[in-house]
């Protein structure tokens, strides 16, 4: 599904990518190379969100949220096992991290099951994997255990028995040390001052600093065995590292299905979590109307419900072109958004947030219309901007685009304004494309041959307003005497409250009755 830049910002698309983002990096890398779903995907689009409600029903929702961070905290395991396939060698540390890898699918197949989550959607848990790395396991870290190597314990041995001696030989050379210079000395090195002792040293220790103060002295040890356990030690756990890592690398495939099983999960559970906070219903899929029944436009109702201000559901029904009239300030951007949003909200396999649908997945939605800046590098007026993106919306609809038109022609005369908007809306239909046309100009869905809703518009007659009121408290007089359903328009009936919102913002009561007289005169 194609949008421009402007189209998803209008339509929220951008708002909705960023609010089912997976958390993780396997989430994320899933979602990279999946497209939205378009004409012909409707089985694949409509199994995705039927998962999405069904989990969204049967999980808990604080346990959504713990999965997910559990699922977040899981770290990436994909690449040491990657080196390990190609012969690269693997570092204890890189043994670590695969055990951190194994004790994070524990953790999320722990959250996932008290979140009450499908048995089948339950991750991996790679025993084979865990089972190779368990010797070396004990308290959470990790250790090269002697049952990684064969050679391991004897090497180990015979360091410990080389260690033994050189420990015994130390101790023979500090009580020689003690009794020749009464130095008692400490540490591998230790110092010798001057002023204490400055003759010559026993033949059993060697300076390796001195200054015209002290002396800096290590005993003199050769145990050539050491050395060679040291050594035989290094090979062994070499070759223990090297086994390892090549029995590590027979379970790439096993790891592989598991990151990506984590992927589509990251990616299930983000759309979940969308749709226990706003709702939402698996839609019917059809090729010939976009239909909802108390949608909810998520990015306004987000808004909305930061400043405690409540939101209205609506319901429309389109099937090819039809006109949307109704008062200012009653939500017909709105719900020309609303439409575009559910539809974007199928084609990202997201349940639209709605008690009922019927939505095509489309090829494009592009929108028309509403504050088109001006390019003034090119020295186009609004109004030409407004007119160069009709056009080439025009040339690219097609019976699978949705084409949202908000206010088209406004910025010019009316009388040339309402007859470009006519034919406009008259070339939409022979492009056989979806369109929504949101306009205060009269009569142009009779004469375009569209399908004509309104906005309900207020409910009642607005309470004057008192002088220096504030503006936040006129608009929620406003926001609750106005009713934002759509709904089936009486033609002829363009009425758009204009000069009762007009006197509620605070023009003179003289103009507004001057206004009402000169508008009831016709």
């Known amino acids: 599904m194609i949008a421009d830049a402007l189209t998803a910002e209008r339509i929220g698309l951008d708002w909705l ?12 890398a899933v979602d990279e190379t999946l497209a939205p779903y378009g004409p012909g995907d409707e089985d694949a689009a409509r ?3 039927a998962e999405v409600v069904a989990c969204a029903q049967l999980m808990d929702d604080e346990g959504v949220m713990r999965a997910r961070a559990a699922l977040r905290a899981v770290p990436e395991a994909s690449p040491i096992v990657a080196r390990a396939r190609v012969g690269d060698p693997l570092a204890d540390v890189d043994f670590y991290e695969l055990g951190r890898f194994i004790d ?64 015994a030989r130390r101790e023979e050379i500090a009580a020689l040390v003690r009794d020749a210079i009464g130095v008692d000395p400490v540490g591998e090195e230790f110092v010798v001052l001057r002023d204490a002792y400055d003759g010559a040293l026993p033949d059993v220790v060697r300076v390796v600093r001195e200054t015209p103060t002290y002396r800096v002295v290590v005993p003199a040890i050769v145990i050539p065995e050491r050395d060679a356990a040291f050594a035989r030690l290094a090979e ?77 559901p609506i319901s429309f029904d389109l099937r090819g072109v039809t006109v949307l009239t109704g008062p200012n300030m009653g939500g017909k951007t709105a719900a020309l958004a609303a439409a575009g949003f559910a539809c974007a909200c199928a084609a990202l396999g997201v349940a639209p947030p709605a008690r009922e649908a019927t939505l095509p997945l489309l090829d494009a939605i592009a929108w028309v219309g509403g504050d088109v800046a001006a390019d003034r ?14 056009r080439d919306v025009l040339r690219a609809a097609s019976p ?12 010019t005369g009316p009388r ?30 009779a004469a375009s041959g569209a399908a004509h809703l309104r906005i309900a518009g207020l409910r009642e007659r607005l309470p004057a307003t008192a002088d220096g009121e504030r503006l936040d408290a006129v608009l929620d007089a406003i926001a609750a005497a106005m009713d934002y359903r759509v709904v089936a328009a ?28 000169l508008h009831e005169a016709g």
Not at 153 to 162: K, N, S
Not at 434 to 445: E, K, N, R, S, W
Request: a negative charge.
């Open 17 to 28: 990518r960023a609010a089912v983002a997976p958390l993780g990096a396997f989430g994320r």
């Open 47 to 49: 199994a995705e969100i």
């Open 104 to 167: 994070g699918l524990d953790a999320l197949a722990r959250a996932w099951d008290a979140a009450g989550g499908d048995a089948g959607r339950r991750p991996p848990l790679l025993d084979g994997l865990r089972a190779l790395l368990a010797p070396g396991r004990a308290g959470g870290g990790f250790y090269l255990d002697d049952a990684f190597g064969a050679g391991l314990r004897d090497a180990r041995a015979a360091l410990a028995a080389a260690e033994a001696a050189y420990d």
């Open 236 to 312: 062994e756990e070499e070759a223990a590292r090297r086994t390892l890592a090549e029995r590590i690398a027979r379970e790439a495939d096993a790891v592989r299905a598991t990151t990506r099983a984590l992927g589509a999960l990251d990616r299930l559970l983000a759309r979940v979590a969308f749709a226990q906070r706003w709702g939402g219903c698996v839609p019917t899929f059809a090729s010939d109307r976009i239909a909802c029944v108390d949608a909810t436009f998520a990015p306004l109702a987000d808004a909305l419900g930061a400043r405690a201000h409540p939101y209205t």
């Open 377 to 390: 590098t090119r020295l186009l007026s609004s109004y030409a901007a407004e007119i160069l993106r009709a």
């Open 400 to 411: 699978r685009s949705l084409v949202l038109v908000d206010e088209f022609a406004r910025t």
């Open 416 to 445: 040339e304004g309402r007859a470009l908007l006519v034919a406009f809306a008259e070339a939409l239909h022979a492009s056989g494309a979806f369109a929504l046309i949101a306009t205060h100009f009269d009569g142009v869905a």
């Open 490 to 517: 009486v033609e002829g009936s363009t009425d758009s409250d204009a000069l009762a919102l007009a006197e509620l913002l605070g023009l003179p009561d003289a103009l507004v009755a001057r206004a009402r007289t």
